[in-house]
Structures are given as C-alpha cells and as structure tokens.
C-alpha cells in the first residue's frame, strides 16, 4: 500500500519541496504517473496528429467518459467531459432559455465566475433576476440551510432555478444538497450543482442525487491535470444542452458526440481521466483517502486554533468538507493594515506566499480573516506547522519585537 505524506509528495507528485502546499483545493495537483500519462498522449499525438485527430482521440475521451460516469454514479449517457466547472456552469445557463424576469437563486457565497456569468447574460438582456440567499454563521444543523431554502423559495416566486454549491469555496460547508434538492424540484424549481470541489472527496451518486445539472472539477480532488471536468446532464433536458463552441458535431442527436469532437483542441487533460481514477483506485480507494485525508485537515485545524487561541468556522463537522476546513486566524492579522475583505484576503495570501513559500487560502468573514486549509495525500502535519509558525512569526512574534525597539 502507498505510504502517503511527505515520501508520497516526493516519489507521486511533482511538486516542488520549495513550497508548502495547505491549499490543494485551489487548483488540484496531479500524480506523477497520471502526468506521464498525458505526456504520451501529447507525443502520440505531434507524431502523428491526423491519426490522432481522426482514430484515436474519440475513443480515448469516451473511455474516459465512461470511466468517469463509472466512479460518479452515472449512467454513461447522462455525462460529458468538459474544461472546468466554469465552462460546466456557462455551457448549461447559456443553452437554456430564459425569459424576462425569470429569476435565478443563489447565494452570498456563490463563486465569483457563476455570479459573474449571470451578471453578464444579464448585459446581454437576458433580464434574468438574481436573489441571492445570504448564509450566515454560525450554522447549527443541516435544517437550517433547507429551511432557509424553502423560505426563500416560498417568498419569491418565478425561481426557474437555484444554483446550489456542493462544496463552497469560501467557507468550505459541504451542503446537505440531497435534502435541497427535492425542495427546489417539489416546488418546480430546476438545480444546478456547482461541485467544483465534490468528486474524488465526496462518494458520489450524480444519477440519484438527482439534480437537473451537476458540474465538478476532476483536477481538484480527482487527480487529473488542469482541463477536465463532469458536467452531468439530467436526461429529460440533454436534447437542449450544447457545449459553447459550436462545432462538428453539434446537431448529433447524442450529448457525448455532441461535446467531444469541439474542433481542434488539445484534450488530453480529458483523455487522462481514466488513468487518474485508476491511480486514486490502485492506492486504496476513496475511503483509504478520506481515512488519511479527513483525519489530518481535522487535526491541522485543531492544532492551529490552539496554537492560535482561535476556532474553526462554526459549523457541525457533517457539514464541513472531508479535506477542507476554515480555522480562524489571530486577531493580530487585522493590525498590518490590510481590510478584512475578499480583496484583502487576496493579499494577505501572496503576502504569506512571497515570504514564506506556503500556499494557503485566505478569506475573510465579519472583520476576521480565516484561512480554509486543504489536506491531501502528499500532505503531513509538518505543512501546517509550517503554516502555524509562519503566522505566529508574522502577524504575532516580529511586530512585538518591533514595538519593543521603537
Ligand atoms: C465552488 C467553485 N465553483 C467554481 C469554481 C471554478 O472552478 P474552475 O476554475 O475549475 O472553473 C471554483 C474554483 O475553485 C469553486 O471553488
């Protein structure tokens, strides 16, 4: 079995031992042999791209459609591989059709590439209105977030569709969408999934979760590199979602033969899925992760808010994310002068980066900041350590020491 941690960062990864990596939620990061993989690809396909192009690069994206759809809970036609969850959101808000004043639901917490989206088909004169359900702390169970839907639901008519995030970013709350979801539908409401950050750290089941759509990023937490994602269609509306390229294929009665072949396109980041899923399956298996996983972002996030005398967000340990949790960080970090605010938040992370060689995301709720640690397999309590002792260092250790020789 693979021994994860530090060797495993080392002999699995290629990435750098220069930096200490407590965000792999950001942008994923990929096994070495699941690299190895595409790179093959990439020289099959300069060494001869017209075979490339015409044989071989549709069989490979439709096993790996398969593979995926295998290890998500789909049946194979309802699935489609596609860059990212932006592309995944824009491909289904832009093929459907809205009328004026049909209103989408999201909330305070949506990513700010789906809330930009809408604003944008807005410009265009979709007049779609945007109500937004704002999620406040502290959350005490999971029926308070559907009660809250429903309220919203009950008090705002003409909702075509609520846009539910599985994992969201900011905050890392994994939502109780199997409860949302027969709300939103009960009431004739479509959903779409924004699980950017759910497969390869949540079992999933897409098929019986039973949204309209569902997107997730598979090079988070699935072990692809950059480029691939699901988008997971619900059959009764696959005749009218297209992909956002126009292309070849785009009229075929199929939704596979309509997303695979989008003109000349590097998609080997697509055609790896396949060979990462086998890599996530042949080191254990998701409960082998999780076991690993879950146990060290639960006691990096402990270990932080003593060394700290802070929290972690407050919200139950159900309706936090398996690999992600939000520790709150000293109170001293307000005192450099840098606003409490998404902005800030922002600097505050390329500051930590620039000096201290640790990626780590930064965000900022009610005049505190927060950082959202990541834990995964390459990962070892030395990281957060690391993290722990470099705050300390600079928020708390070096401004005494210069108000000491003023
Ligand atoms: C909740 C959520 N939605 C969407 C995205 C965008 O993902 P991508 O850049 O892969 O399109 C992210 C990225 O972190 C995210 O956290």
């Given at each position: 079995m693979m021994v994860f941690g530090k060797k495993c960062k080392k002999l699995d990864f290629m990435l750098t031992d220069s930096v200490t990596f407590?965000?792999?939620?950001?942008?994923g990061g990929a096994p070495r042999k699941v690299i190895e993989t595409q790179r093959s690809y990439q020289l099959e396909q300069e060494s001869d791209p017209e075979g490339w192009y015409r044989y071989r690069v549709e069989d490979l994206y439709s096993n790996a459609t398969d593979k995926v759809a295998e290890f998500v809970g789909s049946d194979k036609e309802n699935l489609v591989l596609v860059e990212n969850v932006t592309t995944g959101v824009n491909t289904v808000l832009k093929s459907l059709q809205w009328l004026p004043g049909d209103k989408i639901l999201i909330t305070n917490q949506t990513f700010e590439a789906v809330k930009n989206t809408l604003t944008f088909m807005n410009k265009k004169n979709e007049e779609i209105e945007i109500v937004t359900m704002d999620i406040r702390f502290p959350i005490e169970n999971k029926e308070q977030l559907v009660y809250q839907l429903e309220e919203t639901l009950d008090a705002n008519k003409d909702i075509k569709m609520v846009i539910l995030d599985h994992i969201i970013s900011v905050s890392a709350i994994l939502m109780p969408i199997e409860d949302m979801i027969p709300v939103c539908h009960q009431r004739g409401v479509m959903v779409m999934v924004d699980g950017a950050h759910a497969p390869g750290q949540v079992q999933l089941q897409l098929d019986q979760i039973g949204a309209d759509f569902y997107t997730g990023d598979l090079h988070k937490w699935c072990f692809t590199t950059r480029g691939c994602a699901l988008l997971h269609v619900d059959p009764k509306h696959s005749d009218v979602i297209n992909p956002l390229v126009t292309a070849y294929l785009h009229f075929h009665p199929r939704l596979r033969d309509r997303f695979v072949r989008q003109s000349t396109r590097d998609c080997t980041s697509m055609c790896i899925a396949s060979a990462a899923i086998e890599f996530l399956e042949e080191i254990g298996g998701l409960d082998v992760i999780t076991q690993h996983n879950t146990n060290l972002v639960d006691w990096a996030v402990e270990m932080l808010a003593n060394a700290w005398k802070t929290k972690h967000l407050p919200v139950p340990r159900s309706l936090r994310a398996p690999f992600m949790s939000l520790v709150m960080l000293p109170a001293d970090v307000n005192d450099v002068g840098i606003p409490a605010t998404y902005q800030g938040s922002k600097k505050l992370m390329g500051k930590i980066y620039k000096k201290y060689a640790i990626h780590c995301a930064c965000t900022a709720f009610d005049g505190r900041f927060w950082v959202r640690v990541s834990a995964q397999i390459h990962n070892c309590k030395e990281d957060y350590f690391k993290l722990r002792d470099a705050i300390t260092q600079e928020f708390i250790e070096e401004p005494k020491k210069n108000n000491k020789t003023k």
């Amino acid at each position: 079995m693979m021994v994860f941690g530090k060797k495993c960062k080392k002999l699995d990864f290629m990435l750098t031992d220069s930096v200490t990596f407590c965000n792999h939620g950001g942008f994923g990061g990929a096994p070495r042999k699941v690299i190895e993989t595409q790179r093959s690809y990439q020289l099959e396909q300069e060494s001869d791209p017209e075979g490339w192009y015409r044989y071989r690069v549709e069989d490979l994206y439709s096993n790996a459609t398969d593979k995926v759809a295998e290890f998500v809970g789909s049946d194979k036609e309802n699935l489609v591989l596609v860059e990212n969850v932006t592309t995944g959101v824009n491909t289904v808000l832009k093929s459907l059709q809205w009328l004026p004043g049909d209103k989408i639901l999201i909330t305070n917490q949506t990513f700010e590439a789906v809330k930009n989206t809408l604003t944008f088909m807005n410009k265009k004169n979709e007049e779609i209105e945007i109500v937004t359900m704002d999620i406040r702390f502290p959350i005490e169970n999971k029926e308070q977030l559907v009660y809250q839907l429903e309220e919203t639901l009950d008090a705002n008519k003409d909702i075509k569709m609520v846009i539910l995030d599985h994992i969201i970013s900011v905050s890392a709350i994994l939502m109780p969408i199997e409860d949302m979801i027969p709300v939103c539908h009960q009431r004739g409401v479509m959903v779409m999934v924004d699980g950017a950050h759910a497969p390869g750290q949540v079992q999933l089941q897409l098929d019986q979760i039973g949204a309209d759509f569902y997107t997730g990023d598979l090079h988070k937490w699935c072990f692809t590199t950059r480029g691939c994602a699901l988008l997971h269609v619900d059959p009764k509306h696959s005749d009218v979602i297209n992909p956002l390229v126009t292309a070849y294929l785009h009229f075929h009665p199929r939704l596979r033969d309509r997303f695979v072949r989008q003109s000349t396109r590097d998609c080997t980041s697509m055609c790896i899925a396949s060979a990462a899923i086998e890599f996530l399956e042949e080191i254990g298996g998701l409960d082998v992760i999780t076991q690993h996983n879950t146990n060290l972002v639960d006691w990096a996030v402990e270990m932080l808010a003593n060394a700290w005398k802070t929290k972690h967000l407050p919200v139950p340990r159900s309706l936090r994310a398996p690999f992600m949790s939000l520790v709150m960080l000293p109170a001293d970090v307000n005192d450099v002068g840098i606003p409490a605010t998404y902005q800030g938040s922002k600097k505050l992370m390329g500051k930590i980066y620039k000096k201290y060689a640790i990626h780590c995301a930064c965000t900022a709720f009610d005049g505190r900041f927060w950082v959202r640690v990541s834990a995964q397999i390459h990962n070892c309590k030395e990281d957060y350590f690391k993290l722990r002792d470099a705050i300390t260092q600079e928020f708390i250790e070096e401004p005494k020491k210069n108000n000491k020789t003023k």
